[in-house]
């Protein structure tokens, strides 16, 4: 039908509905296409119960060819069909009211059946440059999608056999063949709203219908979300379209979907497209980008707990979360509940929890110090997420004056390994075992007493099992390295409380033998003590080696009365929890006042910097000129020989000690 054909016909429309109408309810070719054509809600002229009866008619079972020879491809039912989806792909906005559902519920066998005589006849097996067959798609794609966008529908599709197949092969091909007539990626939208609370089954469908290639499904749905980053203006109503796909791609955290995803770089590329999303939604008045805004970060606060987690937190934060989150905080005000609760996850959370990482801190630090010296801090502080983002940001800079004190603490204090000895050493003062490379002796009679007499002849072996088959967690040995530094601190940090609780619950035992157990899988961090009698880790993620080590350690707490107290650090690592243990010294509980107001002046001095920050806020100081919250570890009088040395140090963290054999 050409253009000089449809003009007259949609005048006559404006001045006679009635007639065009009856005309098409008759067949007639030219009504029904102008119809399914020009049909809109606020058109007027047809009511939509009129055009979802007048569509609905041509998709009647009844007249589905019996078989596919040449003749029925284009046959007069096949072609009015094909009108029909046409026009259905026109009444998404209007098929929410009850009576509409069920209408579409009840015709819905014919539907299914009528796409797949046309998919089999108009797609498979035609030439990809078949401008028919891009038509064909397209349409399929676009009534598919008005249709499974509404839950009772979608989920009749659902539970149709190879509804999903069809829905997967026409978003395969969604960018192929000649240029598409839609103004909306139809195949990623249906599909996405198919998968919309996708299980395993489902997904492992997508997965069959493209060849058990999830790494290709990958590749495909993230160059679409880089090809829309990339145009001028960046559309946000397609961007939040891939977005959303790449989320319910990505809903099973053990599928291999999400692993492909997560190997092609996924967090990178959506925290990427984030910080192009947190300038549109500051520079634009186009609200869909609000709309990628939330399937962002969405995607972030649902997978940055992948496999291993740490690596994901560390990847987001390098590719510019942080800023990101900053810099979205002014349009947080305008979510819905559901929305902002969500976002506010990632700083409550997840981010926190993995803020004992050292890889975690590092990424961090830049990103920091600029938001707090920048115009940045006033945008968050000025949003409904300033209190969320105070408390994050408190945590945050502990935990990175921690890092920076332990570069100054390396190599200052190590413990003979010896327990008649433990001896505390500077770095020129001890030796590391050439065996394991992690244990220290201020002698080669220390060491020889340790062999013998102590526990080392077991746990050598251990560590050096560990070197060669590798540990099962990923975690990087200076993060292993800095778990110790960290749980020493914390502990030492909350001694005055720990040895209260030890003398209520615990009174008159040995405080050496509670375990010092702290959970940094919760936010806030907890604390608690358990007898070293009966004690074990319980499930964690550890390897069977990393288990046999630890017993070997409570046992040594449990053989040497007095000399070793055992600390526990739960740390997040992505769906599970790892168990680390660090033995301190013995005189890891002897604690005075002063100890306990030192950390006192430290909390002050931060509380401090936080109230000049908020009354410069107030009295208009510019950003130039204003005093950063986060600086250099606070120095005090106080000395700190009250922490204790570690007894686990990581592989790498004295590579040019001299060494025993």
């Not at 797949?116 to 440059?129: L, P, Q």
């Not at 990626?185 to 089954?201: N, Q, R, Y």
């Amino acid at each position: 039908m050409n253009q000089a054909q449809f003009e007259p016909i949609l005048r006559k429309l404006s001045r006679d509905p009635k007639s065009v109408l009856a005309a098409a309810r008759r067949r007639a070719s030219a009504e029904s296409v102008v119809i399914a054509n020009s049909w809109e809600p606020q058109q007027g002229f047809i009511t939509a119960d009129d055009a979802l009866d007048l569509f609905l008619s041509y998709l009647q079972e009844r007249d589905v060819p019996e078989n596919t020879n040449p003749r029925t491809i284009f046959c007069d039912a096949a072609n009015f069909a094909f009108t029909g989806f046409l026009g259905i792909s026109r009444l998404g906005l209007v098929l929410d009211e009850p009576g509409r559902l069920k209408r579409v519920a009840d015709a819905w066998n014919a539907i299914f059946k009528w796409t797949v005589f046309i998919f089999s006849t108009r797609i498979e097996g035609v030439s990809k440059n078949d401008i028919r067959r891009k038509s064909t798609i397209d349409v399929l794609s676009a009534a598919w999608y008005a249709l499974c966008s509404k839950d009772p529908i979608r989920g009749l599709m659902i539970a149709t056999p190879m509804t999903i197949e069809i829905a997967t092969k026409l978003w395969l091909e969604e960018d192929d063949g000649p240029p598409t007539h839609l103004n909306a990626p139809a195949g990623t939208c249906c599909l996405s709203s198919l998968l919309k609370m996708a299980k395993k089954e489902q997904l492992d469908r997508v997965l069959k219908m493209a060849g058990g290639k999830a790494d290709e499904i990958a590749k495909l749905s993230l160059a679409r979300v880089k090809t829309v980053l990339k145009a001028r203006p960046i559309d946000g109503t397609h961007l939040t379209m891939h977005l959303d796909f790449i989320n319910a791609l990505s809903r099973d955290a053990s599928h291999p979907l999400r692993h492909a995803l997560l190997g092609a770089n996924v967090i990178w590329i959506v925290t990427n497209a984030l910080t192009t999303i947190s300038i549109q939604v500051n520079l634009s008045r186009d609200l869909s980008f609000l709309d990628a805004m939330v399937s962002a970060f969405g995607y972030i606060a649902n997978c940055l707990d992948s496999t291993d987690g740490f690596t994901w937190v560390s990847q987001s934060i390098g590719a510019g979360l942080l800023t990101s989150f900053v810099d979205c905080s002014p349009h947080f005000s305008k979510l819905d509940p559901e929305d902002f609760d969500m976002i506010l996850t990632i700083v409550n959370n997840i981010l926190p929890r993995y803020t004992v990482y050292r890889s975690v801190l590092e990424a961090m630090n830049g990103p920091m110090l600029k938001i707090d010296k920048g115009p940045q801090r006033d945008r968050v502080l000025n949003s409904v997420v300033k209190d969320a983002w105070r408390t994050f940001f408190a945590s945050s800079c502990d935990r990175m004056t921690l890092l920076h004190q332990a570069e100054v603490w390396k190599g200052k204090n190590i413990t003979c390994d010896n327990v008649k000895c433990q001896k505390v050493g500077t770095r020129e003062e001890v030796r590391r075992c050439s065996a394991c490379l992690t244990t220290f002796y201020c002698s080669k009679e220390c060491q020889a007493i340790a062999w013998k007499e102590g526990d080392h002849k077991n746990t050598c072996k251990l560590k050096q099992r560990e070197r060669t088959e590798g540990k099962a967690t990923g975690i990087l040995k200076r993060d292993l390295a800095f778990f110790h530094n960290i749980s020493i601190y914390d502990a030492r940090k909350n001694i005055s409380k720990l040895s209260r609780q030890a003398d209520k619950e615990y009174p008159g035992k040995i405080k050496s033998h509670l375990v010092v157990c702290i959970d940094y899988c919760v936010v806030p961090t907890t604390y608690n003590l358990k007898p070293i009698e009966g004690y074990d880790t319980g499930p964690h993620s550890g390897s069977t080696n990393a288990q046999a080590r630890n017993e070997s350690m409570i046992e040594k707490v449990k053989d040497n009365p007095g000399k070793y107290t055992l600390i526990e650090a739960r740390v997040a690592n992505g769906q599970g929890m790892q168990c680390i243990l660090t033995l301190a010294t013995g005189k890891f509980w002897e604690w005075d006042p002063k100890e306990e107001q030192r950390q006192k002046l430290i909390d002050a001095q931060f509380i401090l910097r936080s109230f000049v920050s908020r009354a410069e806020e107030r009295h208009g100081v510019p950003n130039s000129e204003r005093a950063p919250i986060l600086t250099d570890p606070i120095q005090t009088d106080f000395p700190d020989d009250m922490l204790m040395a570690l007894q686990e140090l990581s592989d790498n963290e004295y590579e040019d000690d001299d060494e025993f054999d």
